[in-house]
């Protein structure tokens, strides 16, 4: 069993920054790759930064290449995204879940995958 909790969510305003955090108790997770999605209202879940288990491998939603970064503390048992240049269409709850596959060419969930609660995360023009 693994336990994800977000945190580091909040209101900013356009342009601002923000770095959320997820840390996993139960199952230790620093042989499983990572990632982070996001729901906004009326909208579908969708993926926005993915790891590997180790960080050399890396991966990003086009909407948020230049602007986010995802990265882990395998030490702490913990996953970051560092967010910024926000904008108000990144305003959506932000999910945590462990652990994602690869496919070759992108990372995915499976039904056994961990998810946490979401942070919210909104974006003030």
């Known amino acids: 069993q693994v336990h994800l909790v977000e945190s580091g969510g909040g209101l900013v305003q356009a342009g601002g920054s923000l770095k959320l955090s997820c840390a996993a108790s139960g199952r230790i997770l620093s042989t499983y790759a990572m990632g982070w999605f996001r729901q906004a209202p009326e909208k579908e879940l969708d993926s926005v930064a993915s790891?590997?288990?180790?960080?050399?491998?890396?991966f990003y939603a086009d909407s948020v290449k230049g602007r986010f970064t995802i990265s882990r503390d395998n030490a702490k048992n913990t996953m970051y995204l560092q967010m910024n240049g926000l904008q108000p269409e990144d305003t959506a709850v932000y999910y945590c879940?462990?652990?994602?596959?690869?496919?070759?060419?992108?990372?995915?969930?499976?039904?056994?995958?961990?998810w946490g609660q979401g942070t919210q995360v909104t974006v003030s023009s």
């Open positions: 790891i590997c288990w180790n960080g050399d491998r890396t």
């Open positions: 879940a462990a652990p994602l596959y690869y496919s070759g060419t992108y990372y995915y969930t499976r039904e056994s995958s961990f």
